[in-house]
């Protein structure tokens, strides 16, 4: 955000139309769109199936290379790749979480994890792929150790949330997961060094946060900000001790930064922090917004202002919203109007 | 749902968006009448009778066969399984009989810093002065339960040796959290792995009511038989109609048959423990009563005996056998237990010519229990036999036992409770058992005869999800 403070604008690069029913998360391969490998988005959908969408290098449109299906039985809520890229993780309403392999080119699904009640309803890898981090409408957070062969295995059930889980992250650089809910709450775990895993932190109404369902959480690339978004319409921003948390020395406490509020008249669903500040939200309100840290230097610490929007994104809500990894300022959109949405956010000079 | 069940059972109850109220179908139609509730006859409506409908109460039995909630209200759990309803019981003259587990006889046992015998025999002090009949001993009853299983894993293993129907790895069937885990949510893929014996708490009603009851020249039906437990689970086991039978009455017409139950009512170690506070005795210095003989676990020179293994000694003891029976392996001294990934997941392997013969494990708590659930599904599972629990460190820790003191952490309890547990009670073999003898002499015959199956085993059935707990949310 350095190297632009005038107004922006927008892109559409891409509709991609495919899925038949509402789409819920889109995901951008981390191995691809970098070192010549062209840009590779997976996308989930009401209508049971995966999609996979990789660019053309040489028209730089995108296109579907593979549809996911006949293997989720009803919604796939959420997908993420591992940080290799070889894996896509596929949570869904059928109760199970599905590990699917790219093979040259192609998808197999290479393992099952089973054990929710009911709706999955997010999965996350961790920074380095050894654990993979999945929650549901159980009210509870599940973690599993990835081991060779593609085998998975029960590293901790986490009960805590009174309601729903809607979103699992793992903290960018550490193994802390983070959790938001139905209950209005962040949770944070940690393990102890003893093979068990305790929630650490929780984030309420009481220490500054959401009055209702947080959606979900996004942290900027240090690893020291948390972004979480709400049914509340607010978007709030978290810190925590950055130099202590490098330290190792114990789990270091996030509090409550400020609240963005005023911007959002429907529910927040989505938010994401790029790799250079910009944070983008998604919303009921079919709009995407774009904020940024504001250098006024006000004496109440730091505030985030509006620096773009878009009030007619989708023609329906707005469910996810994602980041590339690349260079350049792509970002993926998801809505209930079944499409995913490329688009580019350019410096009007 | 209570915090008190077990953490696997509570994992079952999830339903976030139909509260119980809601998605109770109990609630919503209203109870069965109480006499057609078990029948296998054709049901004829009566229209005058029909109209009266009792007012709607839920039980534990109706929500054992329900897939939709266990419900949150811990009233449902209490209605015949209270201190309220023992005590009046007693009132009612009923031949009140008690068998209390060898972790609830170790939770007293370190909350007042006796031992297990000191306690046992203080028990029967206080029960008897309350008015109880007998008191009995669960490891007496275990001995039944492990014979048994030893006799099933045989026949398991080497039916599978031939390809038979039963597979292995045998899974225990002693823990009710677990059992109704497998029934409600993993259902008929796992159900054939579970051994058929029934739990020691079982297995000592089917003893009580089916034949010490004549010893004792009592009626069955004037048996009121309370079992005391470290698991409120136990609660939900003595419920299942698979426990509940009915007198073979020769002559009377089927006029009001009154089901009986193996086991009329449970109460946990901490129960136990507010009854005493109830009643103001001062447990430490009443007197010690002798122990009543027929159904506990006690020698000649007034000594406790039971196996090793604190959530039952069923992978010890099933271990032992199969090593001696199939490879003529009598392994002396404790068996080799290696920590697999946390304290709660160990296993012990026989090895023969350098071949692995035989492989066991103790599984304890939710997500253990899910790995071993993993592995059987996909076919991964090279254990011979699983002692499953679902609590972490097994029965000891049970959700009915004493909590820990302030300033004792959970962990420290459970470290006591492991060196109470077979504080001054000697190791001994359940197949030199004089009492269990005795009762195959005289009843049961052999382990694995058809008496055994009819009396001392089981079966599961998978609970069929309701429409209501699927319904569609995001």
């Not at chain 1, 988005?41 to 006949?70: H, I």
Request: net charge negative; hydrophobic share 35%.
């Amino acid at each position: 955000m350095e190297s632009h403070d005038g107004a922006w604008s927008l892109k559409e690069v891409q509709k991609l139309e495919g899925h038949t029913d509402r789409v819920w998360s889109v995901a951008w391969n981390p191995a691809a769109g970098v070192a010549g490998v062209p840009a590779m988005l997976a996308s989930c959908s009401g209508d049971k199936t995966v999609r996979v969408w990789e660019q053309n290098p040489s028209s730089s449109s995108w296109f579907c290379k593979a549809v996911l299906d006949e293997t989720h039985t009803r919604t796939v809520r959420s997908c993420a790749w591992s940080p290799s890229g070889k894996l896509l993780a596929t949570g869904s309403f059928d109760a199970t979480t599905a590990i699917w392999e790219n093979v040259g080119g192609d998808f197999e699904c290479v393992s099952t994890l089973e054990g929710h009640e009911n709706e999955v309803k997010s999965v996350c890898w961790n920074a380095s792929g050894s654990l993979l981090a999945t929650c549901g409408r159980d009210r509870s957070v599940w973690i599993w150790e990835v081991l060779p062969g593609n085998e998975f295995e029960c590293a901790s059930v986490l009960q805590g949330h009174t309601q729903d889980v809607k979103m699992v992250q793992w903290h960018p650089t550490m193994d802390i997961l983070f959790s938001c809910s139905y209950d209005n709450t962040i949770k944070i775990w940690a393990e102890d060094g003893d093979d068990d895993w305790h929630c650490v932190q929780t984030l309420s109404e009481a220490n500054g946060g959401h009055t209702s369902t947080v959606w979900a959480l996004s942290f900027n690339t240090a690893g020291d900000k948390m972004v979480t978004c709400s049914d509340d319409l607010t978007i709030k921003v978290w810190e925590t001790d950055s130099a202590k948390m490098m330290s190792g020395d114990g789990y270091v406490p996030w509090s409550h930064v400020c609240t963005l509020s005023g911007y959002h008249d429907r529910t927040i669903f989505s938010v994401h922090w790029s790799r250079e500040g910009i944070i983008a939200s998604g919303a009921a309100d079919d709009a995407i917004r774009f904020f940024v840290e504001s250098k006024d230097g006000s004496v109440d610490g730091p505030s985030y202002k509006m620096i773009l929007r878009n009030e007619k994104a989708h023609d329906m809500d707005v469910n996810s919203v994602r980041w590339s990894h690349g260079e350049n300022r792509f970002l993926a959109s998801a809505s209930d109007d079944g499409t995913v949405k490329i688009w580019e956010l350019v410096p009007v000079i | 749902m209570s915090e008190r069940f077990s953490a696997t059972l509570r994992i079952g109850d999830l339903n976030d968006f139909i509260a119980p109220s809601q998605a109770c179908i109990v609630s919503v139609k209203g109870l069965k009448p109480a006499s057609s509730a078990k029948s296998d006859k054709p049901e004829v409506a009566i229209a005058s009778r029909a109209v009266k409908t009792e007012p709607v109460k839920i039980s534990l039995k109706d929500c054992l066969a329900c897939s939709g909630c266990i419900t949150s209200a811990e009233t449902v759990m209490l209605e015949k399984q209270s201190l309220d309803e023992f005590l009046s019981n007693i009132d009612k003259g009923k031949a009140v009989m008690i068998s209390i587990s060898p972790q609830s006889r170790a939770s007293l046992a370190a909350h007042f810093g006796l031992s297990p015998l000191q306690v046992l025999r203080k028990l029967v002090t206080f029960f008897k002065s309350m008015g109880v009949k007998a008191v009995f001993d669960t490891s007496c009853s275990r001995d039944i339960s492990l014979i048994e299983s030893c006799n099933e894993f045989m026949m398991r293993y080497k039916q599978t040796k031939s390809k038979g129907d039963n597979p292995l790895p045998m899974l225990a069937s002693a823990c009710p959290g677990w059992i109704c885990y497998a029934e409600k949510t993993l259902g008929s893929y796992i159900l054939p792995y579970i051994s058929s014996v029934k739990s020691p708490q079982q297995t000592m009603g089917a003893a009580l009511k089916h034949h010490v009851c004549q010893i004792m020249g009592l009626r069955v039906d004037e048996i009121y038989h309370v079992s005391i437990m470290p698991c409120y689970d136990k609660k939900l086991e003595a419920v299942r109609d698979d426990f509940v039978f009915q007198l073979d009455s020769p002559n009377e017409a089927q006029l009001d048959v009154v089901p009986l139950a193996e086991v009329d009512s449970v109460l946990t170690s901490g129960e136990v423990l507010d009854l005493i506070k109830l009643k103001a005795v001062d447990f430490k210095s009443l007197e010690e009563s002798p122990l009543d003989k027929m159904m506990t676990n006690v020698d000649e020179d007034g000594h406790l005996y039971g196996v090793l293994g604190s959530s039952g000694g069923y992978a010890e003891t099933i271990f032992r056998y199969a090593a001696k029976e199939l490879f003529g392996r009598d392994i002396e001294g404790p068996l080799d237990f290696k920590i697999i990934r946390n304290s709660d997941f160990q296993e012990v392997s026989l090895e023969v010519d350098g071949k692995t013969v035989l492989k066991f494990a103790l599984c304890y708590g939710f997500r253990n229990l899910q790995n071993i659930v993993r592995k059987v599904k996909i076919n991964k599972c090279d254990y011979d036999f699983v002692e499953v629990m679902a609590c972490p460190s097994g029965c000891l820790n049970g959700g009915g036992q004493i909590k820990p003191e302030p300033g004792q952490s959970a962990k420290d309890l459970i470290q006591r409770l492991e060196t109470v547990y077979m504080d001054q009670v000697s190791v001994a073999d359940p197949f030199r058992n004089p009492l269990v003898r005795k009762l195959y002499d005289e009843w049961l015959e052999q382990p694995g005869s058809k008496k055994a199956k009819k009396y001392m085993h089981t079966e599961y059935h998978p609970v069929v999800k309701s429409i209501s707990s699927q319904l569609h949310n995001w």
